[in-house]
């Protein structure tokens, strides 16, 4: 499996965000995908993961302020932001879950995309 993302690096306060993560070569299909955050000084926390169906969970304090369109049938998934503070600044991970089985999955990693919130 291999996950290509895309986007980040440094955006003014107040600018926007659109990081893409495409999972290819997957001998699985596709569960879950979403993306997760460090922030300096926290644990990776969730922002947002959606499922195949389209069913949106977001982590603490992230409903309203990020999107998370996704491409099923390209396995593609994006996170979109607007306003970005300096709060936002950190590694964004694309994370997604392999379907093993009917009732087993398997989480995978995307190596990080450095987001900076500075002017």
């Known amino acids: 499996v291999q996950l290509q993302a895309s986007g980040g690096g440094l955006v003014q306060p107040g600018g926007s965000l659109r990081l893409s993560c495409a999972a290819t070569n997957s001998p699985y299909r596709i569960d879950n995908m979403g993306w997760y955050r460090q922030t300096p000084g926290k644990t990776r926390e969730l922002v947002a993961d959606?499922?195949?169906?389209?069913?949106?969970n977001y982590g603490g304090g992230m409903k309203g302020r990020f999107d998370i369109p996704r491409d099923n049938a390209n396995n593609t998934v994006w996170l979109v932001a607007d306003a970005l503070s300096p709060e936002d600044s950190g590694i964004y991970y694309c994370?997604?879950?392999?379907?093993?089985?009917?009732?087993?999955?398997?989480?995978?990693w995307g190596k990080g995309t450095l987001v900076t919130v500075s002017s």
């Open positions: 959606i499922t195949t169906y389209g069913h949106v």
């Open positions: 994370k997604v879950d392999l379907k093993l089985s009917w009732s087993h999955t398997r989480p995978y």
